[in-house]
């Protein structure tokens, strides 16, 4: 391994975190390129139970450098608590290093989210109201504040208050609130920059020493592929690029120097949010797999959307991302189930399509065409090597390879990290 990037490749929430933690023992550095808080990932090692949030999976594992990238949007209330939290758990955050080119969430940030969201109304996104949305519309409209600027009180200042200008205005004269005290948002985020000051560099300089020495480095992303904003179900969408191009974008690696691009998917599919899911089940199984498996967002804890497997959808995801190989995850949920179904199209007006759509008028219309495979209806959670796998499961998996062109290598069987099979070794 020199360069991997583990990426999402449904709708968020396939596990990347655990993959992350169980790769990064023999990584040296691990970055977080994308999104922000409205993400989350849950590890569960011997340190015990973690929802991480923005600090790089990475973190558990000693002499492991944690990069937050530039492509990140960063809450400095979220972080510090995150590394409070660590460091009373046991966990060494020494070697956490924030990129000076992240962005960071701000107070009206947060507000204008929930505000927007409300001005939607029935066309609202469904956005966790974490300010996601309005930092990268700023960071695009060049009024953006980065962690920097935090290093430099007089400079921030002057840009804090030209900037809130335009957000009063807003606040104030369309949305009828009350305007923000700069003097309030100007402390509060000065004391922020103090904590923080000891993490913040410029990360180029590390991950090129890295990348030269040929040391092992992760990219680690948030969210799926399709909540991308250019190849996702616009626009019920993430606002950064949560797939293998946004890694190179997001972390200051070029593309040219990422051997491995793997593919994290769920056995079955989840999303989280508005927007159109073929394989959505609303009955008594969606509710069954989102209660066996808690199916619960790790930031908002909202109820997931649960569905069988997509692979139109999957096969969409490899391709645009070019995946070398597939980490599935949560195989021992379908354990109980004496059948199984795959989506392998769409049918829309009699005619099948083997293509994902970008229109959502058009998916929103789709019923998926399904495959049926039978289940094995045994438990798998203590088995280690791919041949103890009942035939069954072979099958599903060695259908879901030939479906999305690409070799299963990881399979995760439990939440913890010895709960895993490596068919093929990675690292």
Known sequence: ????????????????????????????????????????????????EFKLHIVPSG???PGVVCIIGNGVAIN?????????????RGVNTSHLF??????LIMPYHILLDGLEEELRGKEAIGTTHKGIGPVFTDKIARLGIRTCDLLNK?????????????????????????P??????????????????????????????????KQPIILEGAQGT??????????YVTSSSPMAAGSSMGSGISVKQIDQ???????????????????????????????RAHEYGATTGRPRRCGWFDAVAGSFSAQVNGFTSIALTRLDVLDVFDSLKICTGYKLNGDILRNFPSDLAILGKCQPVYEELPGWQTPISDIRHHKQLPSQARRYVARLEELLSCPVNVISVGASRDQTIMVKQIV
């Open 154 to 178: 007089k400079g921030f200042r002057s840009r804090l208050s030209s900037i809130l200008e335009i957000k009063n205005a807003i606040l104030t004269k369309i949305h009828n609130v009350p």
């Open 76 to 88: 400095p209330v979220v972080l510090l608590e995150e590394i409070d939290n660590l460091q009373k």
């Open 1 to 48: 391994m020199s360069v991997v990037a583990i990426i999402g490749a449904q709708w968020g929430d396939e596990g990347k975190g655990k993959i992350v933690d169980l790769l990064a023992e023999k990584a040296k550095v691990v970055v977080r390129f994308s999104g922000g808080d409205n993400a989350g990932h849950t590890v569960i090692n011997p340190y015990g």
């Open 180 to 213: 923000l005290s700069l003097e309030e948002i100007y402390e509060q985020y000065c004391s922020y920059g103090e904590r923080l000051a000891p993490f913040i560099r410029d990360t180029g300089p590390i991950l090129k020493d890295m990348v030269s020495r």
């Open 98 to 103: 924030i990129s000076d080119r992240a962005h």
């Open 261 to 291: 691009i793997i593919g994290v998917f769920k056995a079955y599919t989840t999303r989280v949010g508005g927007g159109p899911m073929p394989t959505e089940l609303k009955d008594k199984t969606g509710e069954f797999i989102r209660e």
């Open 59 to 61: 973190t558990f594992h």
């Open 226 to 235: 399709m909540l991308d904003p250019d190849f996702g179900t616009y626009p």
